[in-house]
């Protein structure tokens, strides 16, 4: 066969917009893969620890903690995902809870000091 029997077809142009998406889809799909092994690695070990997988209030906090888990790493790679509002929300109120928390061993360790400097140790007077 010689080239001039050759049909060209006309180039086909990429559609820039279609190319980042299905980029973006494919990175979306590998970090779910990624949290999905981790999941079945966590489940497993769960189940050997005796953890029933059937209570129902189990499955429902793991649920939403893996889907937390997915965000973080869609973050870290750049992709959008649903729970990002809702991590930064929740990342908000742990810290205040936190620091609340920070604050009142602070009081606690002052509090215990002063008694400790206005009584003495009992060990001490022995």
Not at 12 to 33: F, G, T, V
Not at 82 to 111: S, V
Request: charged share 30%; proline share 2%; glycine share 4%.
């Amino acid at each position: 066969m010689s080239k001039n029997n050759v049909v060209k077809f006309p180039d086909i142009k990429i559609n820039k917009h279609q190319s980042a998406r299905n980029e973006l889809l494919a990175a979306a799909q590998d970090a779910e893969d990624y949290v999905q092994f981790m999941t079945d690695v966590i489940i497993e070990q769960m189940v050997i620890d005796g953890y029933n997988m059937e209570d129902t209030k189990l499955i429902d906090d793991l649920t939403v903690t893996i889907n937390m888990l997915c965000g973080a790493i869609c973050r870290v790679d750049g992709i959008p995902h649903f729970t990002h509002d809702i991590l930064d929300a929740m990342h908000g109120e742990l810290q205040k809870l936190l620091d609340e928390e920070d604050n009142e061993m602070n009081d606690n360790a002052f509090i215990a000091k002063l008694i400790e400097d206005e009584w003495g140790d009992d060990d001490d007077e022995q």
